[in-house]
């Protein structure tokens, strides 16, 4: 009997003008590994009594050992993963009563009530994550970050490896998904051997999606409104 491949799957939405990326398929761990801005500290967005450092009733982690230390655990666990990141730990005095309700309003509506990114924080990102791994909002002050992060969860789903070498997917195929990536896409990595030595990768586009469960609950996507965008073969 025929062994099925392995096939890995991942949503992706990038909305550049507001700052905005929208994954399913993407964790805590990932996003740590994948974005090409380092992250000095993280205020959560509630208490989940992991650490003892805490401001206001936001749990604070502090530090890349700790941020690294974080995303070892099993995140899922904690069901909504909330978070902004901030630049020093002198800034959190700054915060006012109507910074603290803005914050809570993010956590609670996985959207900002004005902005959010935090000019008393520093913020690069806002974090709002369902499920780890699930469901995952991002938003960035720089857009082009989102795509990069993108590019770096593909290259990590083909390769299984950081140190590979990058050109082992083309380039042109890359600037394409980033391209379409405004469109909302579903991306399958197949794996063709047993030896995970060779993939196929293939891009639907499939249109703007909130609930991961419609989407993915009935993935096979010969009965989604989508259509095949871009594939590609590739030796790992």
Not at 135 to 152: A, F, G, H, P, Q
Request: with cysteine.
């Amino acid at each position: 009997m025929k062994t099925k491949n392995k096939i890995i799957r991942f949503y992706t939405k990038i909305t550049p003008e507001r700052y905005e990326g929208v994954f399913s398929g993407i964790t805590f761990r990932d996003f740590i590994k994948c974005t090409p801005i380092a992250i000095e500290n993280i205020l959560l967005l509630e208490m989940t009594y992991i650490t003892g450092k805490h401001h206001n009733k936001f749990e604070l982690f502090e530090g890349k050992h700790e941020i690294d230390k974080i995303a070892l655990e099993n995140i899922y666990n904690y069901g909504d993963f909330c978070f902004v990141d901030y630049k020093s730990p002198s800034l959190l005095k700054h915060l006012t009563e109507n910074h603290i309700a803005e914050l809570l309003y993010l956590k609670h509506m996985f959207k900002p009530l004005e902005s959010p990114f935090f000019d008393v924080l520093q913020n690069n990102f806002a974090y709002l994550s369902h499920d780890d791994g699930w469901y995952c909002k991002i938003y960035c002050k720089e857009s082009e970050i989102l795509s990069m992060l993108l590019v770096n969860k593909i290259r990590n789903m083909a390769q299984g490896n950081f140190q590979a070498d990058e050109s082992t997917i083309p380039s042109n195929f890359i600037k394409h998904i980033c391209e379409l990536s405004t469109k909302g896409l579903i991306l399958e990595v197949e794996y063709l051997s047993p030896r995970l030595d060779s993939a196929e990768i293939r891009v639907y586009e499939v249109g703007e999606y909130k609930n991961m469960d419609a989407l993915f609950n009935s993935i096979d996507l010969s009965r989604l409104p989508v259509s095949l965008v871009e594939q590609v073969v590739i030796d790992l």
